[in-house]
Antibody, heavy 120, light 107 residues
Framework: EVQLVESGGGLVQPGRSLRLSCAAS????????MHWVRQPPGKGLEWVSG????????GYADSVKGRFTISRDNAKNSLYLQMNSLRDEDMALYYC?????????????WGQGTMVTVSS | DIQMTQSPSSLSASVGDRVTITCRAS??????LNWYQQKPGKAPKLLIY???SLQSGVPSRFSGSGSGTDFTLTISSLQPEDFATYYC?????????FGQGTKLEIK
């Protein structure tokens, strides 16, 4: 069964850091690009970042550029999102999503998300 | 950056209706347009990729069309399980922006 399981969310103070992880199983992880997409409570989807299969193509939303870093470890079938200098507006449910291809395109498999709460 | 605008933001319809949702890109994106369905408390589900290609397992009542800047998602005959929020997304260039969503409600 294809599965993505996010972890690492929680309550964090503004200005602090958090690292999200996504464990993939049931497919050949290093063949596919991966994405992080977030959704603030009651609001729409926002694409946060994406990484190609070989990490050669990486993109970020303007709202997180310079603060967030996406990475992957193909040997561990894992995707990461290092989030620094967190702000109130970063509070959201963060989804890990598998791409249909090796480079950045549509996301065909999604995890259930991990919640990040930013509050003092 | 490319902005995606959906219309309408919300829509009321009845079971059996034909429904069309529109998505417009702020610049040409060829056919790099995807559609997702999201139900409350659930992760999004890919319906259509590359503007008109039906994702495996998605009912054939869903269809997509368009290229360049203007795209549509059509549901030919609404079923009770189709009441949800729908999002378009461009994957032409990063950031891979989403539209603001269209909430489809029961009339």
């Amino acid at each position: 069964e294809v599965q993505l399981v996010e972890s690492g969310g929680g309550l964090v103070q503004p200005g602090r850091s958090l690292r999200l992880s996504c464990a993939a199983s049931g497919f050949t992880f290093d063949n596919y690009a991966m994405h992080w997409v977030r959704q603030p409570p009651g609001k729409g989807l926002e694409w946060v970042s994406g990484i190609s299969w070989n990490s050669n193509n990486i993109g970020y939303a303007d709202s997180v550029k310079g603060r967030f870093t996406i990475s992957r470890d193909n040997a561990k079938n894992s995707l990461y999102l290092q989030m620094n200098s967190l702000r109130d507006e970063d509070m959201a449910l963060y989804y890990c999503a598998k791409d249909r291809y090796g480079d950045l395109d549509a996301s065909d498999i999604w995890g259930q998300g991990t919640m990040v709460t930013v509050s003092s | 950056d490319i902005q995606m605008t959906q219309s309408p933001s919300s829509l009321s319809a009845s079971v059996g209706d034909r429904v069309t949702i529109t998505c417009r890109a702020s610049q040409g994106i060829s056919s790099y347009l995807n559609w997702y369905q999201q139900k409350p408390g659930k992760a999004p589900k890919l319906l259509i990729y590359a503007a008109s290609s039906l994702q495996s397992g998605v009912p054939s009542r869903f269809s997509g069309s368009g290229s360049g800047t203007d795209f549509t998602l059509t549901i030919s005959s609404l079923q009770p399980e189709d009441f949800a929020t729908y999002y378009c997304q461009q994957s032409y260039s990063t950031p891979c922006s989403f539209g603001q969503g269209t909430k489809l409600e029961i009339k």
